[in-house]
């Protein structure tokens, strides 16, 4: 069940440089969307969301764009630091946030000083 | 920083046996729920409870598996036969509702089954 698909495992980048981090889902009904970040033996730590109303939402260095006709959406990290080093999960949710929420497989980036 | 808590943070049990995984979510938060991620695989959605009862649950949860909220602060996993497959990260969250709520997640209690 393959509700939401992070095709990029890992992903390595430069310090400074900027970081795009993909994910695709295939479930009509999800409205809100949401990207965790995760360390080693850690829970999910939120970072970013975006309601289906938008296309765009901007935190910081964070930045989440979602493309619904392709439902597709992407996390931005600008600059990237060494400190973003962490798993990044894509998550979604149909009917609001406080349904349950689906996540991706998961993709490790890694910030290199 | 208000935060989702769990305890303990590694549990080990024999198989057959008894666990139960205790959250104590963040206290404005009217959503509670439960995920949990095998090694090397995704987070699993388990139960989500709401106005002291379960509003959702996955395949996963099953007979073997039960929620409660005894108190005012506590949300509590129990699992009441475990099997070797129930080994995982449970991780608990929480979320104060709304239709563009967030959910926080605590720290993760490793279960091992031997």
């Known amino acids: 069940d393959q509700q939401v698909k992070q095709n990029s495992p890992s992903l390595s980048v430069q310090e400074g440089r900027i970081s795009i981090l993909n994910c695709d889902y295939t479930n009509s009904m999800f409205d809100y969307f949401l990207w965790y970040k995760k360390y080693p033996a850690e829970g999910p730590t939120f970072l970013i969301s975006?309601?289906?109303?938008?296309d765009k939402n901007e935190d910081g260095r964070f930045t989440v764009f979602l493309n619904k006709s392709a439902k597709h959406l992407s996390l931005h990290i600008v600059p990237s630091q060494p400190g973003d080093s962490a798993v990044y999960f894509c998550a979604a949710s149909a009917n609001g946030g406080y349904q349950k929420v689906t996540f991706g497989t998961g993709t490790k980036l890694q910030v290199i000083p | 920083e208000p935060e989702v808590t769990q305890t303990p943070s590694h549990q080990v049990t024999q198989m057959g046996q008894e666990v139960i995984l205790r959250c104590v979510p963040i206290?404005?938060?009217?959503?509670f729920y439960w995920y949990r991620q095998i090694l090397g695989q995704k987070v699993e959605f388990l139960v989500s409870f709401y106005n002291n009862e379960i509003s959702e649950k996955s395949e996963i949860f099953d007979d073997q598996f039960s929620v409660e909220r005894p108190d005012g602060s506590n949300f509590t996993l129990k699992i009441r036969s475990t099997k070797l497959e129930d080994s995982a990260m449970y991780f608990c969250?929480?979320?104060?509702?709304?239709?563009?709520?967030?959910?926080?997640f605590g720290p993760g209690t490793r279960l091992t089954v031997l």
């Open positions: 975006i309601s289906s109303i938008k």
């Open positions: 969250a929480s979320g104060w509702g709304g239709s563009t709520d967030t959910q926080y």
């Open positions: 206290s404005n938060h009217l959503y």
